[in-house]
């Protein structure tokens, strides 16, 4: 059984001193709930930076990835991916928010802006709950080797019931 939450994203959008871009984003909080603010309402202006509501996304949870929920949530300070897309306007849209690191990092290997947020105490106490319902502990088996020879699809020279080398 798949779970799903909706939870609401802050984004950062700060300036930075390059010549080939003048701003980068990054997540800045995750709400365990999503408020009802419209997607890119601005929230705050500093000196540097500005935070924007990037809008709602769910979060949903996998029996077979509860391994990487656990992996996570032990590891000290639980995180949340967020990804990113940039619009042409400038502004991001939200791609996608994980509690999974494995799938944090392919969704930074398919080139979108992926960055770590902090998790709520209250998601963290979901996936939790969620792990200790569904984790089945699975035992790794180490698979034996054939022992019957090489093979000959793989070995060149090696026909079978002959090695290399045989006069015959």
Avoid: C, Q
């Avoid at 799903?4 to 984004?11: A, K």
């Avoid at 400038?90 to 494995?102: F, H, M, Q, S």
């Avoid at 290997?109 to 998601?123: F, H, N």
């Amino acid at each position: 059984m798949n779970a799903m939450r909706e939870v609401g994203i802050v984004v950062r959008r700060a300036k930075v001193d390059n010549p080939w871009i003048d701003h980068v984003w990054s997540p800045e909080a995750v709400l365990a709930e999503a408020p009802a603010t419209l997607p890119g309402a601005l929230l705050s202006r500093e000196a540097e930076a500005e935070l924007f509501y990037a809008g709602a996304a769910i979060i949903e949870l996998y029996k077979s990835e509860t391994g990487n929920y656990r992996d996570n949530l032990i590891d000290g300070a639980p995180f949340l991916w967020v990804a990113l897309r940039e619009t042409p306007e400038g502004l991001v849209e939200l791609a996608a928010v994980t509690a999974d690191p494995t799938e944090g990092e392919s969704l930074f290997e398919s080139g979108l802006l992926v960055g770590k947020a902090a998790m709520p105490a209250e998601i963290a106490s979901w996936i939790a709950a969620y792990v200790d319902e569904f984790h089945v502990e699975r035992v790794f088996l180490k698979r034996e080797r054939d022992k019957s020879g090489p093979d000959p699809r793989k070995t060149p020279g090696v026909r079978k019931g002959r090695k290399s080398g045989d006069g015959a």
